[in-house]
């Protein structure tokens, strides 16, 4: 028993990869998941149209939501983009657009889900951050500082909300497979090299699943998490965890 029976669970960001996986196993769990993405995933999920970088967008998205379901358990703000651009050439505009997905997004679907949380006396916000709020790859300074934003919110949010009821934790997942990142590898002409190399980065040995990001997940927005708020809890097979040594030394 989780308690998300019967919950109400919006997924940002639902239509694939990551946030496809944190819906379906919501659904598992028993509750009514609301995806809300730019694209229809087509599937038999609830869908509604959503652009979290348009406040107009996000208010009629509630508004859909309430007159269809009433009300609000669960929020978890997944969706997100990612390019590279070196910090020396990185265009303003760019740096814009990634703050508006990554991190204004989250911010103003959690501000207007709040009046709806506030009427059921509690609920859940689970952000989807990144590794990368805490160590970061080349050329990914907007991402980077996306993510470590996204952590402050959560936060931010766990405290101004806990009075209300409202939780809110985010979780930071490390090399997942998902067609975010399946381009990098793609690019490569020796993609099996490429997932091997990969995997022996991560103590566990892989890469990690969607699936293992939607579990987390559904746990933070589950009732056996109910004492856990304001936390960021990595999900990366240990990857951060293991300072790097050079090969040479054997390791
Ligand atoms: N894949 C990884 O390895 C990885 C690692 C750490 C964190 N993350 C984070 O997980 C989340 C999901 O990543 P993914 O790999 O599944 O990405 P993805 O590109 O496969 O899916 C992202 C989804 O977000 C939607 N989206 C983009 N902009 C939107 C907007 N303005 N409004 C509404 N929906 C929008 C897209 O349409 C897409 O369905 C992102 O926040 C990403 O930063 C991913």
């Not at 959690?110 to 590794?131: C, D, E, F, Y």
């Not at 998902?178 to 980065?201: G, W």
Request: proline share 4%.
């Amino acid at each position: 028993m989780t308690g998300l029976e019967g919950k109400v669970a919006i997924v940002t960001g639902g239509a694939r990869g990551i946030g496809a996986a944190i819906a379906d196993r919501l659904a598992n769990a028993g509750a009514s998941v609301v995806v809300g993405d730019l694209n229809d995933p087509g599937s038999d999920v609830y869908f509604h149209e959503l652009d979290v970088t348009s406040e107009a967008s996000i208010a009629a998205f509630f508004a859909a939501v309430l007159r269809d379901h009433g009300g609000l358990d669960v929020l978890v703000n997944n969706a997100g983009i990612m390019f590279e651009e070196h910090i020396e050439e990185h265009a303003t505009e760019s740096w814009n657009a990634m703050v508006a997905v990554n991190l204004t997004g989250p911010f103003l679907m959690t501000k207007h889900a709040t009046p709806l949380l506030r009427q059921r006396g509690r609920g859940a916000i689970v952000n989807v951050s990144s590794i990368e709020a805490f160590a970061c790859n080349p050329n990914h300074a907007a991402y980077a500082a996306t993510k470590a934003g996204v952590m402050g919110l959560t936060a931010a949010t766990a405290v101004d909300l806990g009075p209300i009821g409202v939780r809110c934790n985010a979780v930071a997942p490390g090399w997942i497979d998902t067609e975010l990142n399946a381009s990098y590898v793609d690019a490569h002409p020796d993609r099996d090299e490429v997932i091997a190399q990969l995997s022996k980065l991560h103590p566990v040995g892989h890469i990690g699943d969607t699936s293992d990001v939607g579990d987390v997940v559904a746990w933070l927005a589950g009732d056996e998490s109910s004492f856990v708020t304001g936390q960021t809890i990595t999900i990366d097979g240990g990857r951060t965890t293991r300072p790097s040594l050079p090969p040479i030394m054997g390791y």
